[in-house]
Nanobody
Framework: QLQASGGGMVQAGGSLSVSCAASGRTFSSYDMGWFRQAPEKEREFVAAISWSGGSTNYADSVKGRFTISRDNAKNTVYLQMNSLKPEDTAVYFC???????????????????WGQGTQVTVSS
C-alpha cells in the first residue's frame, strides 16, 4: 500500500514537498516513481529512483527543479519540488516497480502498485 501526502497550493516560483509512505510489502527493494496527471491530460512520468537510492531519472520538464529521494528505513519516498510553475499543477501519484532492478522506468505499465494521489496546485 502506498499513501501519498504533502500536496497543497503554492505560488509560482515556490517550493513544495510530497511524500509517499509504503507499507505491507518490501518496497525497499523496488524502484519507485512519481507520476502526475493534470486535468484532461494523460498521466505522465515525473521522476524515478532506484531501490538503493543511488540512481535517479527525471522528465525533462522537471530536471533541475525537482529532486526524488527515499529513506528505506522509513519506507518513504519524497519529491522535493522547487521553482514551481503553473504547468506543474496536477495530481501527483507515487508508484512502485517491483521488477525495476534500477531500470528507472518512465513507463506507467511497469509500475504495479500505485498510491491514491495528492493535489499540487501552483498559482501564477
Amino acid at each position: 500500500q502506498l499513501q501519498a501526502s504533502g500536496g497543497g497550493m503554492v505560488q509560482a516560483g515556490g517550493s513544495l514537498s510530497v511524500s509517499c509512505a509504503a507499507s505491507g510489502r518490501t518496497f525497499s527493494s523496488y524502484d519507485m516513481g512519481w507520476f502526475r496527471q493534470a486535468p484532461e491530460k494523460e498521466r505522465e512520468f515525473v521522476a524515478a529512483i532506484s531501490w538503493s537510492g543511488g540512481s535517479t531519472n527525471y522528465a525533462d520538464s522537471v530536471k533541475g527543479r525537482f529532486t526524488i529521494s527515499r529513506d528505506n528505513a522509513k519506507n518513504t519516498v519524497y519529491l522535493q519540488m522547487n521553482s514551481l510553475k503553473p504547468e506543474d499543477t496536477a495530481v501527483y501519484f507515487c508508484a512502485a516497480d517491483p521488477n525495476g532492478k534500477s531500470r528507472l522506468s518512465s513507463r506507467i505499465y511497469e509500475y504495479a502498485y500505485w498510491g491514491q494521489g495528492t493535489q499540487v496546485t501552483v498559482s501564477s
